[in-house]
């Protein structure tokens, strides 16, 4: 490909490079992982961040960081404990690899950190990203880092999109090499907070000057999102409430802990203790939670056990359900025939 057509209009790269870091350092977000570039809090930082909104990891990070504060910790813990400490976060696999990582690390590595995209790669759940943006910020390596957001500012840069292998071959021509983790950090700053996918911000881009295409994309609209109905039975016993958890070899969230889901015939003459908008990936859900006595049940599943609240706040529940247990509904039980509306 053309040296030409790797770069961006009129481009003086040091001057675009300049304008670009010099509008990240006055403006970019104060996030706990970037207080420092210790690798491991920058690699849980990177993986909660996969397809997970910023608001939803800044709740869950702190948490997280407090639990497992070095990778020798979260090495020695027990998946289940992870998962727990990931609950409402989603994408349960992170969790898993992300474990499965820090063994690798501490029993094949001694507990030292790769200091290359090369060898994080090798690593279970680590990619050509999640390598690139670990070592650029941690190492400085000099290593072009592209996400969707990077992405979608070269694409509106150069005016138009390309192949993937066109798009990283783009983010390595524009790189900053000095700064390399400042630089990549500022390409994904500009694309979560200016170059938007539905309303970007021209007048207050710093690259404006560079653009091909300023404005939204209007040539890839955005999927239709599915809906769906559940119901789920919350059963109390004294103190205790019925989870039950998922089975292992399932594809979505194995192994997890839930409150028994029950067909719609089962909700007609039941109390609604509240309803819930939830969302996962392309799908809505609108759930409903049902109060069923536990006299009512005629057995138990094999998968099915008791827990108290000590109990289930140490289990790797599904996110919904963990939102659920801690809502105002379940502590207003007394009053079922109030319908709680609750979204997220």
């Not at 992870?82 to 501490?106: F, N, T």
Request: with cysteine.
């Amino acid at each position: 490909m053309r040296k030409s057509a790797l770069e961006p209009k009129g481009a003086n790269l040091s001057r675009l490079r300049r304008a670009l870091l010099s509008w990240y350092d006055h403006n970019k977000r104060d996030l706990p992982w970037r207080r420092d570039a210790n690798p491991y809090r920058v690699w849980v930082s990177e993986i909660m961040l996969q397809q997970t909104r910023v608001a939803a990891v800044l709740q869950h990070y702190a948490r997280f960081m407090q639990r497992f504060p070095t990778v020798q910790v979260l090495a020695r813990a027990r998946p289940s404990s992870v998962l727990a400490a990931w609950s409402g976060l989603g994408y349960y696999h992170r969790a898993r690899r992300m474990h499965q990582a820090a063994k690798v690390i501490v029993r094949k590595h001694q507990g030292k950190f790769p200091q290359t995209a090369e060898e994080w790669r090798a690593l279970p759940g680590i990619g050509r990203y999640t390598a690139a943006a670990i070592v650029s910020i941690s190492f400085g390596e000099a290593i072009a880092a592209l996400d969707g957001n990077v992405r979608r500012v070269l694409s509106r840069v150069f005016g138009h999109s390309e192949g993937t292998e066109v798009a990283w071959q783009r983010a390595e021509t524009l790189l900053d090499r000095d700064r390399s983790g400042d630089f990549n950090q500022a390409m994904m700053e500009l694309g979560a907070t200016v170059c938007t996918p539905r309303a970007p911000q021209c007048r207050n881009c710093p690259v404006s000057a560079w653009c091909k295409s300023q404005g939204p994309d209007e040539s890839r609209p955005e999927a239709p999102r599915k809906r769906k109905q559940l119901y789920y039975a919350l059963v109390r016993k004294g103190a205790s409430v019925l989870l039950v958890q998922r089975p292992a070899d399932v594809s979505l969230m194995a192994g997890m802990w839930e409150f028994p889901e029950i067909p719609a015939s089962r909700v007609n003459g039941s109390h609604p203790v509240a309803s819930f908008r939830h969302s996962i990936t392309d799908t809505d859900y609108d759930v409903t939670i049902v109060a069923i006595p536990h006299e009512k049940l005629r057995s138990l599943q094999d998968n099915a056990r008791w827990f108290a609240r000590k109990g289930w706040e140490r289990l790797p529940l599904t996110g919904l359900t963990r939102k659920v247990l801690r809502s105002s509904a379940v502590a207003s039980l007394a009053r079922p025939q109030n319908l709680t509306q609750v979204s997220q």
